[in-house]
């Protein structure tokens, strides 16, 4: 089996004459965390849509698993998992109930490396929901019902876990629980994951690898680290002087703060070097790009 | 096979929350009351030109007429309910999600109109003089009952997934309150004008009505009937018709419907269903 776990050639999307996707690149390899950072409107959902086999696309390539998802059966199915932003369904269900009726469904998909599913119990426990498992799930808590839409979403053990916007209205409370939960579970299931997300802290966090999505195609791909150095390789020193404030945008900050020391010395105060942020980074690529 | 195992166990679960869940029992048991005392008003009129009692008339008529109701306005409301909180996202995104979740709604719609349907047929000739189970009449019922919800069942689900979403449901209300006037459930069909009688005949209600009838009532009754007879081929044939027709047009229409499903699409609905209730 290659260790590619998803290819992405020409992505293009055309909603009547508007074009979302103007041309779409990206491999995902296993055991990756891919976020896909981007503005509203830049085209998010409908790659991660695509990817997930719930949109056609116009044109181009995709494959995910060996497989075009536009045209994939039960099969691949059992092999990836789905966590949507807006899941409310089986409401009157109880939390282990529809754990374990959803888990059924992928028992006929195991293979000798990957058993299928996951025992309903044990998954409850991971995501910190053992305590509700007879409860109705109308009767949980918004960050509690996320958290098991993440169980549904593994339950059947996926080889490709798709995340749309997981953390959507949640308090940041919330949000650092679920954040120590997918890493959890990336560490010890070497799960790979492509999640879209508009908070920078959270692609950050969680992710190898960031995909900025602007104006309908990708204007940076690569680690958090190397896309925030690559768009601005600059820091920022800012000290004062007899009172009076400075500020030295520097591609070279140690060797400037060296040369400041060795003229002003012991007056140079409140010294600060700042290195550019992915926030930074992704600020400066999006304001390219916006119409 | 393992899917239709699922989707029985899906319909049993939903059948137990149904049967255990007060506010949906409450439901159920306000309509089944309301259906009981209509029966009771008409208990003391006669049906026109004889001495037989209304509401004994109207029993089985409303029998069939829950059958159709459940088959099509119950599926089609389930349905669309199921779309917009995601249920059918969630059974599209679940390998043989999609085929267990058909299955399990039948099963839950076919098992619930069942009961209803065997309370009433035990019941109801205890209550209501003139109606009684024959042997005769249980094999009748049986046939009824089976190629009913056969014809109904695809007419609900074609319906709902159709129906943008559940605030639209006037639509198949409105037509089926409509049509149950005039397929001789209250009142005998042949006291209507012909045109009516003609629109009447075109829909399986007024045929699982008829069937229902002819397995509860005597054969005297058969007499108010149009030709005065209880015409069985035609039921069998009418309704088989349907079962055909909606058998062959509802897969592609579900399929149609849930291949445009996507979390986006959830999503946007709920905005509206916000916006809305605002």
């Known amino acids: 089996m290659s260790d590619l776990i998803a290819e992405v050639r020409d992505l293009r999307m055309l909603y009547g004459t508007r074009e979302v996707l103007t041309g779409i690149d990206f491999d995902i390899r296993a055991g990756e965390v891919v976020a896909m950072l981007g503005p509203n409107g830049a085209g998010k959902t409908t790659t991660i849509e695509i990817l997930e086999g719930f949109r056609m696309r116009s044109a181009g390539k995709v494959s995910v698993l060996g497989t075009d998802p536009a045209h994939a059966g039960e099969q691949w199915r059992a092999r990836v998992g789905v966590v949507l932003q807006s899941w409310r369904d089986h409401a009157k269900w109880r939390v282990r109930e529809l754990l374990r009726h959803l888990g059924a469904y992928y028992a006929r998909y195991a293979t000798p490396e990957i058993a299928r599913p996951w025992d309903p119990d044990e998954l409850l426990d991971l995501v910190g929901l053992g305590g509700h498992a007879s409860a109705r799930i109308a009767s949980l808590s918004g960050g509690q019902r996320r958290r098991l839409d993440l169980a549904i979403g593994i339950v059947g053990r996926p080889e490709l876990l798709f995340l749309d916007e997981p953390t959507t209205g949640f308090d940041p409370a919330a949000r650092r629980e679920f954040h120590d939960l997918v890493h959890r579970l990336t560490d010890r299931e070497q799960a790979t994951v492509l999640l879209t997300t508009h908070d920078l802290a959270e692609a950050e966090r969680l992710a190898d690898r960031v995909l900025i999505l602007a104006g309908g195609s990708i204007v940076a791909d690569g680690s958090p680290d190397a896309l925030a150095m690559r768009m601005s390789g600059q820091a920022e020193v800012r000290w004062t002087r007899d009172g009076q404030r400075f500020v030295h945008p520097t591609d070279m900050a140690t060797k400037f703060t060296r040369e400041l020391f060795a003229q002003y010395g012991e007056s140079v105060e409140d010294l600060e070097v700042r290195r550019a942020s992915l926030e930074d980074a992704y600020m400066a690529l999006v304001r390219e790009y916006e119409p | ?278």
């Open chain 2, 1 to 278: 096979m393992r899917v239709v195992r699922l989707g029985l166990a899906r319909g049993g679960i939903e059948l137990r929350q149904a049967f255990t869940y007060w506010p949906d029992l409450v439901q159920t048991l306000v309509f089944s009351g309301i259906s009981v005392l209509v029966l009771f008003l008409l208990r003391g009129h006669h049906v026109p030109g004889t001495t037989f009692s209304l509401g004994s008339l109207t029993l089985p008529s409303l029998v069939g007429m829950n059958l159709a109701f459940s088959g099509v306005v119950g599926v089609a409301a389930l349905l669309s309910t199921d779309r917009e909180d995601g249920t059918l996202l969630r059974a599209k995104a679940t390998p043989g999600g999609m085929m267990a979740y058909v299955i399990g709604k039948i099963t839950f719609v076919a098992v619930t109109s069942l009961v209803g349907l065997i309370l009433l047929l035990t019941l109801g000739p205890l209550a209501f003089p003139g109606v009684s189970m024959t042997a005769l009449g249980w094999l009748t019922a049986v046939w009824v009952v089976v190629l009913g919800l056969l014809a109904a069942i695809p007419i609900g689900i074609t319906l709902g997934s159709l129906l943008p979403n559940p605030r639209y449901f006037a639509l198949v209300m409105l037509p089926f309150g409509a049509l149950a006037a005039i397929s001789g459930i209250f009142y005998p069909i042949t006291h209507l004008p012909g045109w009516m009688q003609g629109v009447g005949q075109l829909f399986p209600m007024y045929w699982v009505g008829l069937g229902m009838r002819s397995a509860l009532l005597p054969p005297s009754l058969a007499a108010v009937e149009i030709d005065g007879s209880w015409r069985h081929w035609l039921v069998f044939g009418v309704l088989a018709a349907w079962a055909v027709a909606g058998l062959l047009a509802a897969p592609p229409v579900l399929r149609r419907m849930a291949r445009r499903e996507s979390g986006s699409r959830v999503a946007a609905r709920r905005e509206q269903a916000l916006l809305r209730t605002r």
